[in-house]
């Protein structure tokens, strides 16, 4: 059984840093994706950061490069998203998902469509 389970999100400043962490069980697969989406009230929920199992190729939303990261260490299962220079926009429930696709057709890794597990999503709040 796959569970993903999210910690670290919080309340900052505007210009704050947060980093999250994802533990991932029950899952493996080299060439699928895993990552971090975000849901803020009243939006559709988008991707974020996503990186296959390999750890070859890492995706980000134009909003989030050069300000966010994302790292996998294997040897814990985990997926962190190292999140700085945080904005008021970037406030949302964060949620860590993992896939069973890899690249592949015209199916974009950031897109939540085809991602098989959830976890329960995790609050970060940025104030101005």
């Known amino acids: 059984q796959v569970q993903l389970v999210e910690s670290g999100g919080g309340s900052v400043q505007a210009g704050g840093s947060l980093r999250l962490s994802c533990v991932v069980s029950?899952?493996?697969?080299?060439?699928?994706?895993m990552g971090w989406f975000r849901q803020a009230p009243g939006e559709e929920r988008e991707g974020v950061a996503v990186?296959?199992?390999?750890?070859?190729?890492?995706r980000y939303v134009d909003s989030v490069k050069g300000r966010f990261t994302l790292s996998k260490d294997s040897f814990k299962n985990t997926l962190y998203l190292q999140m700085n220079s945080l904005k008021p926009e970037d406030t949302a429930m964060y949620y860590c998902?993992?896939?069973?696709?890899?690249?592949?057709?015209?199916?974009?890794?950031?897109?939540?469509?085809?991602?098989?597990?959830w976890g329960q999503g995790t609050q970060v709040t940025v104030s101005s």
């Open positions: 990186i296959q199992g390999n750890g070859r190729t890492i």
């Open positions: 998902a993992a896939t069973e696709r890899g690249d592949g057709g015209s199916w974009s890794p950031l897109s939540q469509d085809d991602y098989k597990y």
């Open positions: 029950g899952y493996g697969c080299s060439m699928c994706y």
